[in-house]
């Protein structure tokens, strides 16, 4: 990611226009049944740690990285309100580089580097768990988005063809298109 791109997200975060949710998104929280809660996770561009802590507050060992200093503090401030610790970690995602067989649990929420797809199907361990949410072409209906930063339809099928697809599912409502998808990387 740029330089450009950090310092806006950093005056995103910082901005007192800014509000953002403290909940938990709602596709994690509706299929929170599939978390067991145990080992270690990961939530690629955390931002304010909503995931991240919900995560934690499951019982896994977590990992939070964003670009933003501001969005890390705010994930840090969380966890810390909600008495669970999330280990946190300012990384550039071009330079990130995600370790085989490392997590079981993955989660990534609006947010697109199609480059990272091949390396969050490796750090998955056998069995664990991708949760990713992002907007999809229905989304530039609404915004002026650029086409690249938004999913095909379908594509998050595609990217996990070879997991068990244990939720799906593509929302055009409420002035906005996304993808869900909660999937479990199969024994090798």
């Known amino acids: 990611m740029s330089p450009k791109d950090k310092k806006k997200w950093n005056q995103k975060y910082q901005s007192a226009e800014h509000v953002s949710s403290r909940e938990p998104s709602e596709w994690l929280v509706e299929n929170a049944l599939l978390l067991t809660g145990k080992g270690r996770a990961l939530d690629i561009a955390c931002g304010e740690g909503r995931n991240a802590v919900y995560a934690a507050s499951m019982g896994y060992d977590v ?19 909600k008495n669970v610790f999330v280990e946190t970690r300012v990384t550039d995602l071009d330079e990130y580089e995600l370790t085989d067989n490392t997590f079981d649990l993955v989660l990534c929420f609006n947010f697109l580097d199609r480059k990272l797809f091949p390396g969050i199907r490796r750090a998955l361990k056998p069995g664990g768990l991708i949760f990713y949410e992002t907007f999809n072409l229905d989304h530039l209906k609404y915004t002026s988005f650029k086409r690249e930063w938004v999913l095909e339809y379908n594509e998050l099928l595609e990217q996990f063809k070879n997991f068990r697809i244990l939720r799906y599912r593509e929302v055009n409502r409420d002035e906005t298109g996304f993808a869900s998808i909660t999937a479990q990387k199969m024994d090798e």
């Open 63 to 81: 990992l939070g990285i964003d670009i933003s200093e501001a969005g890390i503090r705010k994930t840090e401030t969380l966890a810390r309100e």
